[in-house]
């Protein structure tokens, strides 16, 4: 195949996520339990609202504290929502430093207007690389939805049997398969490296 473009997931493939640790931030503000929170929490119908921005920020914190009654003001719930990122994964970085002379990068990532902000500010050297990052609440869609995958591949320009996608949910990659591309679960950077080496 010809590369004519590589869009990679950000969480758990740019940007190591760790979703523990906002439960942790909350319970310390509100004395929930970590585990009662763990219990209760759902990836439910708003939480994917949010993701497509369907509602904002202050709309999903509300829904959370009817759900999960922490008594949490809106700043507490952003500290402890965006405490999810926790640093860049290096190895995938440097290799997108290495790339971005020779193939066009994107990203696309199923996240809120919340989380985008924080990494524009926060992980801007990095997230330099792409030249495009395609949200999910930009765009109205989620994976693995079909229309997002559509609209990213509209935007860049190019075929879907060209682009070789990364992310590392199954069901993500799937459906970008579905649609004909090339995608790669990933587990760990060596994923990326392997197929990167593959076809470069």
């Known amino acids: 195949m010809t590369v004519k473009a590589l869009i990679f997931d950000l969480g758990n493939v740019v940007i190591d996520i760790d979703f523990d640790r906002i439960f942790k931030?909350?319970?310390?503000?509100?004395?929930?339990?970590v585990e009662e929170m763990q219990r209760v929490f759902q990836i439910d119908a708003a939480y994917e609202q949010h993701e497509r921005g369907e509602i904002d920020g202050t709309e999903y914190h509300q829904h959370l504290e009817q759900t999960l009654e922490m008594g949490l003001s809106y700043e507490q719930f952003c500290?402890?929502?965006?405490?999810?990122m926790v640093a860049p994964i290096g190895n995938t970085v440097n290799l997108l430093d290495s790339?971005?002379?020779?193939?066009?990068?994107?990203?696309?990532?199923?996240?809120?207007?919340?989380?985008?902000n924080f990494w524009e500010k926060k992980?801007?050297?990095?997230?330099?690389?792409?030249q495009r990052v395609f949200?999910?609440?930009?765009?109205?869609?989620?994976?693995?939805?079909?229309?997002?995958?559509?609209?990213?591949?509209?935007?860049i320009g190019v075929e879907a049997e060209?682009?070789?996608?990364?992310d590392d949910l199954a069901i993500n990659v799937e459906a970008a398969r579905t649609l004909g591309m090339t995608a790669v679960q990933v587990h760990s950077p060596l994923d990326v490296e392997n197929c990167i080496a593959a076809h470069f």
């Open 25 to 33: 931030k909350w319970s310390f503000y509100s004395g929930v339990p």
């Open 123 to 130: 992980f801007h050297a990095e997230l330099s690389h792409f």
């Open 135 to 155: 949200v999910s609440s930009d765009l109205g869609s989620r994976k693995p939805e079909p229309a997002i995958y559509l609209l990213a591949l509209e935007h």
């Open 99 to 116: 790339l971005r002379d020779r193939v066009p990068l994107y990203a696309l990532s199923n996240a809120n207007t919340l989380h985008k």
């Open 162 to 166: 060209n682009v070789i996608f990364f």
């Open 79 to 84: 500290e402890g929502w965006n405490d999810i």
